[in-house]
């Protein structure tokens, strides 16, 4: 039997959902829509992001988290982007903060749910091979999975202080260490459950999901990530995203 396969003991399906937070504004691309409806080769980021989910066969329902007052608007915009047969989507309006977003989410799955993936709207070219790879980590029985790459420059940790201005350097953590984290990061539902219940909305809330579950003490593991999974932030990065875009279409991939 696959190692994908539920065994005859197993108390319920690994049937998968992925839930896509799109609830902020993104000023860090500058005023207008927020940065999720924000278009790529003329499509929504927000869409591209759901077809990657979907891309996956182990993912049977994906699940946006609209801005408050603004599912209507995202459920239409969905409806008008074909999605494979197999998948199911469902728009729930989310909250303030990533954070309580992710859990509204987490609270509209049904109960046949046991793997949770969570992934930035922002990240709209994440290849399938990356999806599947999470879901499998966790179906092999990893309670939480990130996919992450190693860092190109060293990092330093600084006292931070006012913008512009010089910050002196406390250390230098070493490079092999670190990895740079990205999504869909992928979890066992029952775990993911538990650390939203467990871990309070602090400021701004958290915003990443695997680190929630670090401070249960679940262990957290790291598969490859891919450098098309990157996130979709400033300006130059909208460049960028166009471009790899474009070169899929060149070659069919997309």
Known sequence: MSPMSPTPADPRPFRTAAVIPAAGRGVRLGPGAPKALRTLGGTPMLIHAVRAMAASRAVSLVVVVA??????????????????????????????????SVKLGIDALPPDISVVLVHDAARPLVPVDTVDAVVEAVREGAPAVVPALPLADTVKEVEPG????????????????LRAVQTPQGFDRDTLVRAHAGVAVDGDGATDDAGMVERLGSPVVVVPGHEEAFKVTRPLDLILAEAVLARRRANDEF
């Open 162 to 177: 006012p913008p512009g201005e010089p910050e002196p350097v406390l250390s230098t953590p070493v490079r092999a260490r």
């Open 67 to 100: 801005p408050p007052g603004g599912a209507p608007e995202v459920k239409n915009l969905i409806d008008e982007h074909a999605l494979p047969e197999r998948t199911d989507y469902l728009v729930v309006p989310g909250g303030e903060t990533r954070q309580e």
